[in-house]
């Protein structure tokens, strides 16, 4: 097998030109070595909106806290009214062609860090992910550290809540929904089988810092891969943009795939700006 030769890039700055075409983006990842970093908007076309992009829900949605689920009584019982509506739709979603894109392109990839909370990667059969925020598929137990199935949960939920019956078209990338106050009061929250704790969906919330040692494993993988390829964040926040500062600065190839500018462009060695389902299907199909 012939060894396909090492790329070097020097990332451009500020002016950096836009690129409309995959060609560019090919011969990085052939090479192998990716390192895969997504966000929001890839989980778009599996209908969970992104925060930022056109029409996000940050618009007109204030996602929960960290000190208010820790401090406030209500401010749980609001929560988990609304993402026991919200769950059902995340747990309805199915990968899109951008997860199953990602999945097929595996041999070519170092990992993936995702900062969504869906669990989509996985289900599109990509192993090796880093889930930066956590998953919703699981609860711990603030008290016991115990950690439990999300799906458990809801079944007790249900049960404690017999007469609940909201429903919404609106859902947030965290399983958070708007629910009017009315609907919230007199919801039961539930509390931790094991030691009677306080249940909190097992994702980091904002405010909430990344776990140090998940931190720590997604800086080793920017260090040991040939190239970053970003995918649907706006790295508005420092949890993703970091790693794209990083990489950039070991003077790797750092690729960006989404829809409208981000905070890491100045960053990149390569910019495209095309919908992410059919430009990663296509990436896929002339990288394999």
């Not at 996985?122 to 090796?128: F, L």
Request: hydrophobic fraction near 40%; aromatic fraction near 4%.
């Amino acid at each position: 097998m012939r060894t396909r030769p090492t790329l070097t890039w020097s990332n451009p700055g500020p002016s950096l030109p836009r690129t409309t075409s995959l060609a560019d983006v090919v011969p990085i990842v052939a090479q192998g070595g990716v390192l895969v970093l997504s966000g929001a908007g890839l989980s778009t076309e599996s209908g969970i909106p992104d925060y930022r992009g056109e029409g996000g829900s940050l618009r007109k949605h204030t996602p929960m806290t960290y000190e208010e689920f820790t401090t406030s009584e209500a401010g749980r019982q609001r929560y988990w009214a609304r993402s026991h509506v919200g769950w059902r739709t995340i747990a309805r979603a199915h990968p899109n062609a951008g997860h199953h894109a990602v999945a097929r392109l595996s041999p070519r990839l170092a990992g993936v860090i995702t900062q969504n909370v869906d669990g989509l990667h996985q289900a599109a059969g990509s192993a090796d992910v880093v889930e930066l925020h956590g998953g919703l598929d699981r609860v711990v137990c603030l008290d016991c550290r115990v950690l439990s199935p999300r799906l458990d949960l809801d079944h007790r939920l249900r049960e404690a809540n017999p007469d609940f019956a909201a429903t919404t078209d609106e859902i947030n990338p965290d399983g958070d929904v708007f629910l009017p106050e009315d609907q919230v009061r007199g919801f039961t929250v539930v509390p931790c089988e094991q030691c009677g704790g306080v249940l909190k969906p097992d994702v980091v919330f904002f405010g909430e810092n990344v776990p140090r040692p998940r931190v720590e494993e997604c800086y080793s993988l920017v260090d040991n891969a040939r190239a970053l390829l970003v995918l649907g964040s706006s790295l508005t926040v420092m949890s993703g943009l970091r790693f794209v500062r990083r990489a950039a600065a070991a003077g790797l190839p750092v690729v960006i795939i989404n829809r409208g500018e981000t905070r890491g462009d100045p960053h990149a060695s390569l910019r495209v700006d095309l919908p992410l389902g059919k430009s990663l299907t296509e990436l896929a199909d002339l990288v394999l």
